[in-house]
């Protein structure tokens, strides 16, 4: 049951830039750390970066520097900045708190 909305995604060239949102229910928001999972095509799905309910944040080393992850705790709203697009980075995006997911959002990165 999908719980999360993401938005965003598109289709941009290497070197550009895309920011993806999550729209989170008011309980799974205050409760859980929110989290950016990407499945690349023919691959796993694997955590890309997450902030915890305090605030911190933590990313995978491929993605350090060129993406930012943070949440709008009046909106209930989690985001990920995206810059510095390489075609590795194609994939579908999924928000993620707890139990719940989003739909996905695809993001293809073009050469």
């Known amino acids: 049951q999908v719980q999360l909305v993401e938005s965003g995604g598109g289709l941009v060239q290497a070197g550009g830039s895309l920011n993806l949102s999550c729209a989170v229910p008011?309980?799974?928001?205050?409760?859980?750390?929110m989290i950016w999972y990407r499945q690349p095509p023919g691959d796993v799905r694997d955590w890309v970066a997450f902030?915890?309910?305090?605030?911190?944040?933590g990313y995978r080393d491929f993605v350090k520097g060129r993406f930012t992850i943070s949440k709008d705790n009046a909106k209930m709203m989690v985001y990920l900045q995206m810059i510095d697009l390489k075609p590795e980075d194609t994939a579908i995006y999924y928000c993620?708190?707890?139990?719940?997911w989003g739909q996905g959002v695809q993001v293809t990165v073009s050469p």
């Open positions: 993620n708190g707890g139990e719940a």
């Open positions: 902030i915890n309910t305090n605030g911190n944040r």
């Open positions: 008011e309980n799974i928001f205050n409760e859980n750390n």
